[in-house]
């Protein structure tokens, strides 16, 4: 089983709002990973958590927030985004993260449109 | 700074023949090396992998060659079927760059039926 999910599928919100995007994974993974990707680019990394720990921050705006409860979790709080935020947010895992190869399982994204 | 690139934007190709994608890196360090598959407005998919201390891997009809003299990698699909229709990237890693992907610009292929 190598499924991540994400919650929600689609998300349109105001400039106003707060509103939070999850991921979950069963895998026993110890990192997982946030990503950002546009329309005909590559994903981008915005953050990255190894062994519930914060250990990457791709200079990401504070209206980004990531959180990781506990290891098969990673939420991405929201607020005060603009319009140019607008994109695909993915969640990613892997077994072992930081400093050791392996593959990163990605979830089917989270589409969000900022009015 | 893209140390990874795919510079074919898309391909075609008919069906029942072979895709070939292509990419390049310029990061020496890099040692581990995946090519995802991605259809619009969902996540990639893993498809295959290859370490830098091997040349070549197969899976069924994907196989990844890796020229690490050329800082080259390709993935090769036969037979290619409509199905196969997707965008490809390539995506490189090493212990040096503490497990975070680079990935490539990707290619959008289409297989004719």
């Known amino acids: 089983d190598t499924e991540v999910t994400q919650t929600p599928k689609h998300l349109v919100m105001g400039m106003t709002n707060k509103k939070s995007l999850k991921c979950e994974q069963h895998m026993g993974h110890r990192a997982m990973y946030w990503y950002k990707q546009k329309a005909k680019k590559p994903p981008e990394l915005m953050f990255v958590?190894?062994?519930?720990?914060?250990?990457i921050n791709e200079s990401v705006p504070s209206r980004f927030s990531p959180e990781c409860p506990n290891s098969s979790l990673l939420n991405l709080h929201l607020h005060a985004l603009q319009p140019e935020d607008s994109a695909l947010y993915l969640c990613?895992?892997?077994?072992?993260?930081?400093?050791?190869?392996?593959?990163?399982?990605f979830g089917p994204g989270t589409r969000l449109t900022v009015l | 700074d893209q140390q990874v690139k795919q510079n074919s934007p898309s391909l075609s190709v008919q069906e029942g023949r072979i895709s070939i994608l292509n990419c390049d890196y310029t990061n020496s360090m890099f040692d581990y090396f995946l090519w995802y598959k991605k259809y619009p407005a969902e996540g990639p998919t893993f498809l295959i992998s290859i370490s830098s201390i091997k040349d070549k891997n197969e899976d069924g009809r994907f196989t990844v060659f890796l020229n690490k003299s050329a800082k080259h990698l390709s993935l090769h699909i036969v037979p290619s079927q409509p199905g196969d229709s997707a965008v490809y990237f390539c995506a490189a890693s090493g212990r040096a760059t503490g497990n975070q992907f680079y990935f490539g610009t990707g290619t959008s292929l289409t297989v004719i039926p």
């Open positions: 990613a895992s892997s077994q072992r993260g930081q400093g050791i190869t392996d593959t990163q399982y």
């Open positions: 958590y190894s062994y519930e720990k914060l250990s």
